[in-house]
């Protein structure tokens, strides 16, 4: 079946390192991918997304690459801030419904000054 | 542009006490998705509609729960009778049709029963 699975957290880094959050899938056909971001206190957003093979999207200073050969879409920054902890979460949308979203169970980051 | 809208922001009440959850969609959107998120099990679709019509419920735990969409601009999620179980944050979200388009999310209601 279609699925995602992104990596435990939470993860702790101190600020102006280097972030990758793993991210791999299963579906069919061709989906598109999401990275979605919870601040604190409020609703998922967009961050990024990509809808075909070997696309990158890119946002805030983060960036994910469609990877159809690996079914990986990793989310990586070069140098994270104190505000960017939050929770992230991985999601693909398959079949050209939205009701066909399956979210990864999301990562917790916390960034320390 | 406002988006999704939901209220209210928070709500305690007592267990067996009626909850009704609203949302306004974004206007022009056509899906409309109700989650719940709790520490213990994450994120979880309860529902969602298609053009104000219901087309996935199997996410809604029990016959406690129902939801209704009666026109485009608004949502309702009722629990009845609430149980201290039922505690969590609520979101409702909306989107265009196309598969590329993200989810918009409101803010959430955080639920808590007493």
């Known amino acids: 079946g279609n699925s995602v699975t992104q990596m435990e957290g939470p993860v702790t880094l101190s600020e102006e390192a280097f972030l990758t959050i793993n991210c791999t899938y299963t579906?069919?056909?061709?989906?598109?991918l999401f990275w979605y971001v919870q601040y604190p206190g409020e609703g998922l957003q967009l961050l990024l997304k990509?809808?075909?093979?070997?696309d990158k999207g890119s946002n805030k200073g983060f960036e994910a690459t469609y990877r159809k050969e690996t079914t990986s879409f990793h989310l990586e920054k070069g140098s994270v801030q104190v505000s960017d902890s939050a929770v992230y979460f991985c999601?693909?949308?398959?079949?050209?419904?939205?009701?066909?979203?399956?979210f990864g169970k999301g990562t917790k980051l916390s960034v320390k000054p | 542009d406002a988006g999704v809208i939901q209220s209210p922001r928070h709500e305690v009440t007592e267990m067996g006490q009626e909850v009704t959850l609203r949302c306004k969609p974004i206007?022009?959107?056509?899906?409309l998705f109700w989650y719940r998120q709790t520490m213990m099990r994450g994120l979880e679709l309860l529902i969602y509609?298609?053009?104000?019509?219901?087309?996935?419920d199997s996410g809604m735990p029990e016959d406690r729960f129902s939801a209704k969409m009666p026109n485009a601009s608004f949502s309702t999620l009722k629990i009845q009778p609430s149980e201290p179980r039922d505690s969590a944050v609520y979101f409702c979200?909306?989107?265009?049709?196309?598969?590329?388009?993200?989810?918009?999310f409101g803010d959430g209601t955080r639920l808590s029963i007493l």
């Open positions: 990509a809808t075909k093979a070997d």
């Open positions: 979200a909306s989107s265009l049709a196309f598969e590329a388009q993200p989810q918009h």
């Open positions: 579906a069919t056909g061709y989906p598109s």
């Open positions: 509609f298609n053009n104000n019509v219901p087309i996935d």
């Open positions: 999601a693909l949308v398959y079949g050209g419904s939205q009701g066909n979203l399956i």
């Open positions: 206007s022009g959107h056509d899906y």
